[in-house]
């Protein structure tokens, strides 16, 4: 049907809200029927537990990975002081080509 004026809208019967939400005259006089959307829920919970893991785990790895650089490094640099640090020119190259190769896939993303 449809609605020519006012008054033919107010014979309409009235639809359901998807939230499941009836109308206030619906309400009153409308058995009550197990409604999903209507039910209780639990309340929601938040807690922070696993961030301050998280937070630990991350500042024990900074720590960690900051004396194990700076141990490397000394170790590197008394090796070249004495002459003896041999680079790999293998391991050298594959690096410089990994990070061409991101480069390049960058910049194809960066033109799109």
């Known amino acids: 049907m449809t609605p020519k004026d006012i008054h033919d809208i107010a014979s309409l019967p009235a639809a359901r809200s998807a939230t499941g939400v009836r109308p206030r005259h ?3 006089t ?7 959307v209507l039910a209780p829920r639990a309340p929601d919970k938040v807690t922070t537990d696993t961030q301050r893991e998280l937070q630990a785990a ?4 900074k720590s960690t990975s900051g004396e194990t650089r700076t141990a490397r490094l000394a170790e590197i640099e008394a090796q070249v002081r004495k002459g003896n640090y041999k680079p790999d020119p293998a391991r050298i190259a594959q690096r410089i080509l990994d990070e061409a190769e991101l480069l390049a896939q960058i910049h194809a993303i960066l033109r799109t």
């Open 26 to 28: 619906e309400a009153a």
């Open 58 to 61: 991350v500042e024990h790895a």
């Open 30 to 36: 409308a058995p009550v029927t197990a409604d999903p």
